[in-house]
């Protein structure tokens, strides 16, 4: 696609409920990262994949947050659980190549709230 | 922590007017960027810097990164409503990072 895609946009979700959210990065882009952004914590990074291996999980709040990436492309961060304060918008963002100098574009984001 | 420090956090600006925002580490900072989000919406690229030194811009905003590499200002010249939303600086810190870590962000509102 022309940019990065997530969905859904919206999703409002009873505590204690298993939530997915799915980003489909730019066609080609290796790289793929999740990002959460919360009032009062501004935006924080929760994991980065390069192809189908996340060799950095360290962000990832608690072991209620999982996300997976296949075929080099689409990724589903799961919450398992889910708890009030993981109301948040979750941003994904996808590059060319990981490292500091490949400028990642981000999705629209998923807005994400927990009664 | 809180890598990244920007300032000021809000700012309210008469159309027409000049702006500056800045963002500050005490960590040098590799592949310095700007993004602008506004509500509802993703963010939006705005610049790179990656250099001591380095100066960009486009149409009306341009970004200076220091020599040190810890210091980042975002200025827009005569103001637009269109200019209005969120600017973000983020940064890979520290060097060998993927990820961005950014700052809390400048709530940027122009009165017409």
């Known amino acids: 696609g022309a940019g990065v895609s997530q969905s859904p946009s919206n999703k409002v979700t009873e505590k204690g409920k298993d939530v997915e959210l799915r980003c489909d990065p730019i066609?080609?882009?290796?790289?793929l990262y999740w990002y959460r952004q919360s009032l009062g914590q501004g935006l924080e990074f929760l994991i980065y994949?390069?192809?189908?291996?996340?060799?950095?999980k360290s962000g990832l709040p608690s072991d209620r947050f999982s996300a997976e990436r296949t075929g080099g492309s689409v990724s589903t961060l799961t919450i398992q659980r889910t708890q009030q304060e993981d109301s948040a918008v979750y941003l994904c963002?996808?590059?060319?190549?990981?490292?500091?100098?490949?400028?990642?574009?981000f999705g629209p984001g998923t807005r994400l709230t927990v009664l | 922590s809180q890598e990244l420090e920007q300032s000021p956090q809000s700012l309210i600006v008469q159309e027409g007017k000049n702006l500056t925002i800045n963002c500050t580490s005490s960590k040098t900072l590799y592949g310095l960027y700007w993004y602008k989000q506004k509500y509802g919406e993703g963010l939006i690229f705005l610049m790179m810097?990656?250099?001591?030194?380095e100066e960009k811009s486009h149409e009306k905003i341009t970004a200076k990164l220091d020599e040190k590499k810890q210091q980042s200002s975002l200025h827009i010249t005569a103001s637009q409503p269109s200019h209005a939303g969120i600017y973000l600086c983020g940064a890979t810190v520290p060097a060998g990072a993927n990820n961005l870590f950014f700052g809390t962000g400048t709530r940027l509102t122009v009165i017409p």
């Open positions: 810097l990656q250099k001591g030194g």
């Open positions: 963002a996808s590059s060319s190549g990981g490292g500091p100098y490949n400028e990642q574009f």
């Open positions: 066609s080609g882009h290796t790289a």
């Open positions: 994949f390069q192809g189908n291996s996340a060799p950095d």
